[in-house]
Structures are given as structure tokens and as C-alpha cells.
């Protein structure tokens, strides 16, 4: 199975920041890959697909980048909704994998 | 907006059988877009993706459950099922049912708010 590496694995922010988080597949992944925000008892909500590609509805702070076996999610000016766990997730191949998540405070 | 609500037993029994059932509403499970899926979290831990199945019954399941898991659909009723067989207390986790976009780019874009399932005698 494609092992999923995110960094880093919590982080704190103060409101207007930009966060960045990274996530690292053990092969090639082509542009194949989702990040999804989790926030506490909730269920995971998705925000990028494709790599780069904004969920209807999510703000544009949030953006995606990356291809191959390196990603990377960009919060720019944080908002205090955003805390939660962010999770990756490639669909390249089965059995679809998840990142171990990156869980962000806001300040 | 599709709904999605998983329901079951919240506790099972060493070496029985974990069954649940999620309901979709507001949307068709029979769409040719779709895929069901089944995801799973351990308390505290991260998301492991269990398997889906395709209106047409065609499933696919994680290696690490495939001996032991099933994906079921029941159409007319709008509602699709896991059963997960033998379970021990490493199968304690929330369970989570969503809706996976397969045509062209893959998502999951809709989730139902998962169940808690203990294992424990």
C-alpha cells in the first residue's frame, strides 16, 4: 500500500497566518491526492481534490498544490474556524490511503 | 443535498459480527457517478479507508480487511451496509459511510457523522 507522510503533525497559528502543510507519498501519485479538514467529533469535510482543484463552497484561502509524490496545502490568513486535523488522501490506487493528519491550533 | 446516516449496534462482542447500515437521503445510490464507501477511525487516531461498492455490486476492500469484510447494497431501499466478521477490540473505532465522486477525479464529497462501535465483552 502507498504510505501517506504528512509534516508537520500538529502546528499553532495566530489568526491571519499562512499555514502550510506537506504531504509525501511513498511512489508516484500523479496529482491524485485530496486533503479533507476534520474538526473535533466531526466527520471529515472535504476542501481539495486533485490536488489543486477547490471543493465548491471552501473559502479560497485554502489552496492545494503538488504532483508526483509531493503536496502541499496553503491556509492563507487563517481564520479561527479553521482549527482541526487536516488529513491527505491519494486515490491513485487501492486501498486508497490517508495521511497520518496535521492537526492545527489557532492562536 | 444527499444526506448520508449510519445506524447500528454500538457494541459487539469479541468474535461476532459488526453490522451497520448507512441510509442515504436526498440524492440516488444508483447513480453511475457514485461509489459507497465505508471508512474507519480508531479513537484518536487517523482515517483507514475499509472499501466501497459500485451501484452494479462491484466491490473493492482494503487488503487488510478483505478476508474479514463485506460491502452490501440495497438500492430499493437506498441504503447500503458493512459487515465486518470476527471482530476484537482493534476493531473499536467510529465509522464513517460517505459518498465517493469516481468519474473523471476521485473525492469524497459527502459523509454521514459516524457511529461509534465498541468492541467489548
Known amino acids: 500500500a502507498i504510505q501517506m507522510t504528512q509534516s508537520p503533525s500538529s502546528l499553532s497559528a495566530s489568526v491571519g497566518d499562512t499555514v502550510t502543510i506537506t504531504c509525501r507519498s511513498s511512489q508516484g501519485i500523479r496529482g491524485d491526492l485530496g486533503w479533507y479538514q476534520q474538526r473535533p467529533g466531526k466527520a471529515p469535510k472535504l476542501l481539495i481534490y486533485a490536488a489543486s482543484t477547490l471543493q465548491n463552497g471552501v473559502p479560497s484561502r485554502f489552496s492545494g498544490t503538488g504532483s508526483g509524490t509531493d503536496f502541499t496545502l496553503t491556509i492563507s490568513s487563517l481564520q479561527p474556524e479553521d482549527f482541526g486535523t487536516y488529513y491527505c488522501l491519494q486515490d491513485y490506487e487501492y486501498p486508497y490511503t490517508f495521511g497520518q493528519g496535521t492537526k492545527v491550533e489557532v492562536k | 443535498q444527499v444526506q448520508l446516516q449510519e445506524s447500528g449496534p454500538g457494541l459487539v462482542k469479541p468474535s461476532q459480527t459488526l453490522s451497520l447500515t448507512c441510509t442515504v437521503s436526498g440524492g440516488s445510490i444508483s447513480s453511475s457517478d457514485y461509489y459507497w464507501s465505508w471508512i474507519r477511525q480508531h479513537p484518536g487516531k487517523g482515517l483507514e479507508w475499509i472499501g466501497y461498492i459500485y451501484y452494479t455490486g462491484t466491490t473493492y476492500y482494503n487488503p487488510s480487511l478483505q478476508s474479514r469484510v463485506s460491502i452490501l447494497l440495497d438500492t430499493s431501499n437506498k441504503q447500503f451496509s458493512l459487515k465486518l466478521n470476527s471482530v476484537n477490540a482493534a476493531d473499536t473505532a467510529v465509522y464513517f459511510c460517505?459518498?465517493?465522486?469516481?468519474?473523471?477525479?476521485?473525492?469524497?464529497?459527502?459523509w454521514g457523522q459516524g457511529i461509534l462501535v465498541t468492541v467489548s465483552s
Open positions: 460517505a459518498r465517493v465522486w469516481e468519474n473523471g477525479p476521485t473525492f469524497f464529497d459527502s
